[in-house]
């Protein structure tokens, strides 16, 4: 029977529920997917992501039914709260000891079965790291012995508003849109028997599909830049070590000016290609050839001319824009359709310079944008090709859209908090996927300053330029750390706040001696270019009073990147694998490749109903923290560079007359990992085979040394005749080792 104090209490909590309803959707823009997988009627467990102190009213606002939310009991006690909280029939956490947690659990359990719509966020506290953290089991106890779905659901778009830590702050910051733009996913009901590992991940496939849906059509890489340049048009945007100094307002005015002199220059082309270190001009270029409504394509120079032709050619490249003091300082021959971009500044008259500077003072951001936004394209189309080798030797392009690095940049910015204050150190090349995303974009749409240094391996210098620019951040290989380790001096990376290390497997001696000595910590990421690149990383703990977040973890390479989903399944059969077990590194988000250029068929091989495989053996612990165990694709890493195994093996084939043979790739102190070539021809001595190899057209990283080739009765096969990798392996490291060899030997 209702009485009327009952009929009250419905009513004021109708009020408060339509108030907050009506408030909520004028801050925010919310858009609904999955909306048909919403509980209409009947009990139902909704598990969450956290992400700010309004989570629950944006899940309420998209579901007209009375939502029983669970909430963190001291906050649920603050005065004049409690009253509005009571009115939305909160369940309080009350975490004083396990047996107020236990009765909490059980109210829940009990608002099911009389059927009720619960909703749990199930890491337990807002995220502090922008990661999404472990799930708590709570989930699994409120559902035992209750006949109730489970709903998946996810909220993108919040990190970053007032409510959020994005900062390391709440409220204490200005929203950088307003109506903001919010996403709420609901996946397909699971069953009551759903452990919170399984829940867990597709909450992290909601997330990593809705991304998709916030990219605006007129977000493309350059109208960001654009955005970020009339914010804060004085900051300083850019330099390098030969002095060359930009703000964000010079930045864009030369940007400008480029592109209006490529468009001139080569009228009716698609495609630029751009040679280039890392440096003010290189990234100036990759700005101007976007603003120009052209593909940029960053040729790696030091793969040698073979290389570099055949990019040109795939990409159908008639223009090259370089500089001509690169070209004479790296002793680069010249090729056909170059460009010195000291020649096409000088095409620009005074009074096009004038009127570049004019509009990026003057004219409104959003005029620039409309005026620069690509009439017949949209943010999905291609920004970039950046080169990897294939199996065979031959480059292989990887095609990125501007919607695959403006979201992975997102990813980045999500993981590390900047400010205008901070500086990124930029040692990493162009035509590598994070010195393009990460050297690049990055800064220049989210406000900081770059310094640019053309050599990674140079340490004494970047050394000496980290201390006097009072670099924050830095992105290397951890090659290059250990270089830094031996030859910089303490005081060095005193303002480091962030050393991110990639590429190749970071060694924990290595790491400890880096804390030990600069007073900071490497934290490990791991990416591919297919990927654009970051695809996981460690970040900083966090720690403030009695909350604590992990977000470091060693001997792993974090937790998968915001939006981006992961997935470990048997390499056989595609089982899904639970925790802790080892299998192929599956990976998908908004920042997945286009496909590979001119290869579908590789593409077709490489992309399984929208994930991409990586070649990976990997495993993820109930943390949610990533391992990256070993690689099933035949390439090695060393200094950062992908080594093609096939195209070694193809070389040795020619001086061995059909021998058998076959390339792997064994751990290595001092690189990452070094090349071991074994054959099965008792007529070729070793040497004689290293002598011949040298004189091919390999590039030198690529040649194993002397002593890393080796004469063998046999090539281990599986008994469906295909060479035994793993035994390979380990008759190859049996024989040379996995540390650095003793002698003279020198790496390339």
Not at 122 to 129: D, M
Not at 358 to 375: E, F, I, K, N, S
Not at 603 to 631: C, K, M, P, Q
Request: charged fraction near 20%.
């Amino acid at each position: 029977m209702n009485t009327p104090t009952r009929l009250l209490k419905r009513a004021w909590g109708r009020l408060v529920w339509s108030a907050l309803r009506t408030l909520v959707r004028t801050i925010y823009r919310i858009r609904v997917v999955g909306a048909g997988n919403r509980p209409v009627a009947g009990p139902a467990l909704l598990v969450c992501n956290h992400v700010t102190y309004v989570d629950q009213l944006i899940v309420g606002a998209v579901l007209r039914r009375y939502i029983r939310f669970l909430m963190y009991g001291p906050y649920f006690r603050k005065p004049g709260v409690s009253r509005v909280l009571g009115a939305m029939h909160v369940i309080p956490v009350c975490e004083a000891d396990g047996r107020g947690i236990l009765r909490s659990l059980d109210r829940a359990r009990q608002a099911l079965r009389a059927g009720h719509v619960v909703c749990i966020f199930a890491e337990g506290s807002i995220t502090r790291t922008g990661n999404l953290l472990p799930f708590k089991r709570g989930l699994e106890r409120i559902l035992e012995g209750v006949d109730a779905p489970v709903i998946p659901v996810h909220l993108d778009g919040l990190w970053g508003s007032v409510f959020s830590n994005a900062g390391g702050r709440f409220f204490w910051k200005w929203p950088r849109r307003l109506p903001y733009r919010v996403t709420v996913s609901f996946g397909s009901p699971m069953p009551a028997s759903s452990k919170a590992q399984d829940v867990r991940a597709a909450v992290m496939e909601l997330g990593a599909d809705a991304a998709d849906h916030r990219r605006g059509d007129s977000e493309f890489l350059h109208l960001e830049f654009i955005r970020q340049a009339k914010r804060t048009p004085f900051a300083p945007a850019m330099a390098d070590s030969t002095g060359a100094s930009l703000s964000y307002w010079r930045t864009l005015a030369t940007g400008l000016g480029l592109a209006r002199a490529l468009e001139r220059r080569c009228p009716g082309e698609s495609t630029v290609g751009l040679l280039f270190p890392a440096s003010v001009g290189g990234a100036l270029a990759n700005v101007a050839v976007a603003m120009a409504n052209r593909v940029s394509v960053n040729l790696n120079f030091t793969a040698g001319p073979a290389a570099m032709a055949s990019a040109v050619r795939q990409c159908g490249i008639r223009t090259i824009l370089t500089s001509r003091r690169f070209l004479e300082g790296a002793r680069l021959q010249p090729m056909e359709g170059m460009v010195f971009v000291e020649d096409l500044a000088k095409d620009i008259v005074w009074a096009e310079r004038l009127a570049a500077a004019a509009a990026a003072l003057l004219v409104p951001g959003w005029v620039l944008c409309r005026r620069l936004r690509p009439a017949d394209r949209t943010p999905f189309d291609l920004a970039t090709v950046l080169f990897s080798s294939g199996s065979t030797g031959e480059p292989k392009g990887v095609m990125l859209s501007h919607h695959n690095v403006l979201s992975n940049v997102e990813s980045i910015r999500q993981m590390f908090g900047t400010d205008r204050r901070d500086v990124l150190l930029g040692v990493l090349p162009f035509f590598h996927a994070f010195g393009y995303t990460g050297s690049i974009w990055f800064p220049v749409t989210t406000g900081f300053r770059a310094f640019y240094h053309p050599n990674p391996g140079d340490a004494e210098t970047i050394g000496r330029l980290a201390l006097r620019e009072r670099a924050t951040i830095l992105i290397s290989t951890p090659t290059f750390y250990g270089r830094y380790l031996r030859q910089c001096p303490p005081e060095a990376f005193a303002s480091l706040r962030y050393a991110v290390v990639g590429a190749e497997r970071l060694r924990p001696a290595v790491a400890e001696a880096f804390q030990d000595r600069f007073g900071v910590g490497l934290l490990e990421g791991y990416g591919c270019t297919e990927m654009s690149p970051v695809v996981a990383g460690n970040v900083p703990d966090f720690m403030s009073n009695a909350i604590r977040q992990r977000g470091c973890k060693p001997g792993t390479v974090g937790r998968p990147a915001p939006n981006v989903a992961v997935r470990i399944v048997d390499a056989q059969t595609g089982e899904i694998l639970p925790a802790g077990r080892e299998g192929l590194l599956l990976v998908r988000g908004p920042n997945r490749m286009i496909g590979y250029l001119g290869r579908p068929e590789e593409t077709a091989r490489s992309l399984r109903g929208g994930w991409y495989v990586t070649g990976d053996l990997g495993a993820l612990d109930e943390e949610g923290f990533l391992a990256i165990r070993d690689r099933v694709s035949r390439f090695s890493k060393i200094a950062g560079e992908m080594v093609p195994h096939g195209a070694i093996e193809d070389a040795a084939l020619e001086h061995l007359g059909g021998a058998a043979c076959a390339v792997t790739g064994v751990p290595d102190e001092s690189r990452g990992e070094k090349i071991v070539l074994l054959y099965a021809d008792g007529s070729v001595e070793p040497g004689d085979l290293h002598r011949r190899l040298t004189s091919s057209a390999l590039p030198k990283l690529w040649l194993p040394k002397p002593w890393n080739i080796l004469r063998v009765a046999e090539i281990p096969r599986l008994g469906t005749g295909k060479v035994d990798l793993a035994k390979l392996k380990a008759l190859a490291a049996a024989a040379v080792g996995t540390g650095p060899a003793t002698g003279t030997e020198q790496y390339a």
